[in-house]
């Protein structure tokens, strides 16, 4: 006797009992106070995600360069508080072998010598490694209070990377300043 396949109506009857036993065990160990709670954290949890300090721009911007990567007073600079990954094994703007760049950066407007032009500069903390220890730069310009967290060059921005430890900094050109 051949197998019978399974009908759609079958499928979705399984799903709905599924469903209606999830819900009555949720029922039973939830009151309806906290289901609205959790209900409402996730809503404005979720609403809260778009406004996070994140960089949005689709890759590097190619600009005309003059300067040393290596030194405290190259142009992309003028914001950063930390180790240059350009002495430390990457360059302005990639962290080095074994360092992961955090998805959460902080930005700053610098002048490029070269066409006179403002960019809009994310700099990125590369995370996962001890300290580099080499070329410490800090730069304040443009920089805000630490409650003002996008602009602010005194956060540890190594969060949502697999580790907290902070390598060194990455200036992303990400775009033209239009303002």
Request: proline fraction near 8%.
């Amino acid at each position: 006797m051949p197998m019978k396949k399974p009908s759609r109506n079958d499928f979705m009857s399984r799903i709905d009992q599924r469903v209606g036993k999830s819900t009555r065990h949720s029922a039973r160990q939830m009151s309806r106070r906290s289901m609205l709670t959790r209900l409402g954290q996730l809503l404005v949890g979720t609403a809260l995600v778009p406004v996070l300090p994140v960089a949005r721009a689709s890759g590097p911007v190619r600009v005309p360069e003059i300067g040393d990567p290596q030194s405290c007073d190259y142009w992309r600079y003028c914001a950063i508080d930390g180790y240059l990954c350009s002495c430390c094994g990457g360059s302005s703007s990639s962290c080095p072998p074994g360092a992961e760049p955090s998805p959460v950066t902080w930005v700053g407007t610098c002048e490029n010598p070269v066409d006179g032009k403002r960019y809009i500069i994310s700099y990125n903390d590369c995370c996962g490694k001890a300290e580099c220890g080499k070329c410490f730069c800090n730069r304040n310009e443009g920089d805000r209070p630490v409650y003002y967290p996008p602009k602010s060059n005194d956060i540890n921005w190594c969060v949502g990377t697999k580790s907290n430890a902070y390598h060194c900094s990455t200036a992303v050109v990400v775009g033209l300043d239009e303002d």
